[in-house]
């Protein structure tokens, strides 16, 4: 089946720790995502890669770090920079340029640090 | 910068009440989206509105654009328990705009 595998679903870490969420699509999708959801709020957009080799910041882009070496694949890294980590991230990717399209949602990785 | 508000937060309904949300823009939108992630899932797909005025229906779902394509709105007719999750809308306000989107709707049905 096509879609977008997220991992790991549930994450712990310490304050202080590096800590990196995969991502990985077989849609042969172009461009994909990373949105931060805190409790009762909107998504909101760390960053965005349109072809690989390349990415954008988001609107929340401070304290983490992307790369798009491969297609398929777009992992995001939570800085110890990152002031307030614990949160719901999701991954997602849509078929042409960013923005223009459906996306398609990955089930979400959930980073708790202690 | 662009700044999209969904109102109301939250709305607990009778299953077989009507519900709406509604979705505004500060600026002008070149397409509006709309989602739906049920509790403790990820955000899904539901419809794509383009032209201004557009009305689109799915089942029981009617999704309108605004004339001046700086608002819209999800009408669930009859709802069921089914329709529980969090509803949010999503817009771009031009070519080079990112999508941005809405602080959600939160709908509760029972019985």
């Known amino acids: 089946d096509g879609g977008i595998t997220q991992s790991p679903k549930y994450l712990f870490r310490k304050e202080g720790q590096n800590v990196t969420l ?20 909107g998504l909101r957009l760390i960053y965005y890669s349109q072809i690989v080799n390349d990415f954008q910041k988001g609107d929340i882009a401070e304290g ?21 980590p614990t949160a719901f991230y999701l991954c997602a990717s849509s078929i042409n340029r ?7 949602f990955g089930e979400g990785s959930r980073l708790t640090v202690l | 910068g662009q700044q999209v508000m969904q109102i109301p937060q939250y709305q607990h309904v009778q299953e077989g009440e ?4 509604y979705c505004n823009s500060s600026t002008t939108l070149s397409n509006i989206q ?10 899904v797909f539901l419809i794509q509105l383009v032209k201004s005025g557009e009305v689109k229906k799915q089942k ?9 394509k700086k608002n819209s709105s999800l009408h669930i007719t009859a709802t069921q328990t089914t329709d529980v999750g969090t509803y949010f809308c999503a817009g771009v306000a031009g070519t080079a705009s990112k999508l941005t989107f809405g602080t959600g709707t939160r709908l509760q049905v029972t019985l």
């Open chain 1, 22 to 41: 995969s991502c990985e699509q077989n849609l042969n999708h172009d461009a994909m995502y990373w949105y931060r959801q805190d409790p009762g709020q």
């Open chain 2, 34 to 43: 709309w989602y739906k992630q049920r509790p403790g899932g990820h955000p």
């Open chain 1, 64 to 84: 983490y770090s992307v790369s798009r070496e491969k297609k398929e694949s777009f992992p995001l890294t939570v800085t110890s920079a990152q002031k307030n």
């Open chain 2, 18 to 21: 009507d519900f709406t949300t």
């Open chain 2, 60 to 68: 029981r779902l009617t999704f309108q654009f605004g004339e001046a």
């Open chain 1, 98 to 104: 960013a923005h223009s399209g459906e996306l398609f």
